[in-house]
């Protein structure tokens, strides 16, 4: 069997001495099962035995959710047995396997898309007693940046990565927690390269071109023409750079999948962008055409820092919380915006569609246990059901 596609992650989640939580996708339903080992220099199982497991039938949890055709996500607890805790200030590590293959077999261990620092033959963790040194991240947005000398900026969260590379080893100077606190992606405000890419791949992932109510068909919403359309649905949003707002669910999880690392999203190059505008004369397309190579330069520079960012993120608890932009500009700025977009079908549509999105690759493992299974069937119901005011819509 060819093996699963690993979409995104694995990413170290919550972590504390009695439970250490991995978040991953996949493309395809497969099992998954996480161990912490106690030291991150053997190999895995292969040379020791596990001080914790997400085995349930020896303490653990595996939970897998459908989101699509193409997208499940998984959030593996790792506990130790019998109710015990996982050492503190020592340096831990752990492996995933998929289906039948681990971290090593996946080719997650060694070259280019390595998740293991130096020196280390697994992704490392530890718990400290006494939190003294921990990483915060906010606002990422693929086509921001600015120029240096050396050319245009990377994304910052890299410098996680920076940080723990220089001594992975020295629990005093790599952060014990990375907080996120805030537009971990820019919903409203989406860069013309990536924009074609992420409707492309939100429909190969959940397998259908999903309705927006109140909105004509999607693949008829020429590029930079998104904010007009919500406004002449009546949606309530107010963001001033809606332009390329995402809409659909897949659309919203095709931004986290791009965002997080592992997963390759080509951008669109200028030439295949021209077509996907409203006829522009000469001065509107020099226009965009210089919107696109500003664009385009940051873009590339932030994906080239993704192989860093998912090593951070795999060895890094992180915790993270949402901001309006992961939903739209404005979200909920006062009661006047809620209850215009809680009137708006459209309105209520694409914020349902951002916080599922939200739930499955942020919210979900801060807080597992606070999350009922009957919202779990709920949510995957509603973005596999392929349902647009009951009824069944055409699947790709």
Known sequence: MALPLVLAGPILRRADPGRVCIWLATSEKISVR???????????????????TSDPDLG??????????????HLLEVKPPKNDQFPSDTLLGYDVTVGTENLAALNLLEGKDSIAYDGLKLPSFFLPTELRTLAHGSCRKPHAGYMEDEGPTEDRLAVADRII?????????????????????????????????LMKLGQEITGWQETIPELENLAKIRLSQ???????????????EAENHLLTFGEYAAMYLAVWGGTEVSLTEWGDIQDLFPHMDDEETAKHKSIYDEQSLYTKKFAETLPKVRRALANIPTYMIFYDRDVTDDWNLNRRWYRHVSDSACGRRVVSNALAAYWAFQGWGNYPEGISSRLIDAISNHVCGKLQDGNRRRTL
């Open 34 to 52: 996480g161990e912490v080992f106690a030291d991150p220099n053997g190999n895995g199982s292969q040379s020791q035995d596990p001080i914790g």
């Open 60 to 73: 653990g949890r595996e939970t897998s959710v459908r989101l699509g055709d193409h997208l499940f996500v």
């Open 165 to 197: 590379a220089k001594a992975p080893g020295a629990l005093d100077k790599r952060p014990a927690m990375l907080f996120l606190t805030g537009d971990q992606i820019y919903a409203d405000d989406v860069g013309l390269p990536l924009m074609p890419a």
């Open 226 to 240: 998104r904010g007009k359309a919500l406004e002449a649905a009546n949606s309530g949003f107010t963001s001033e």
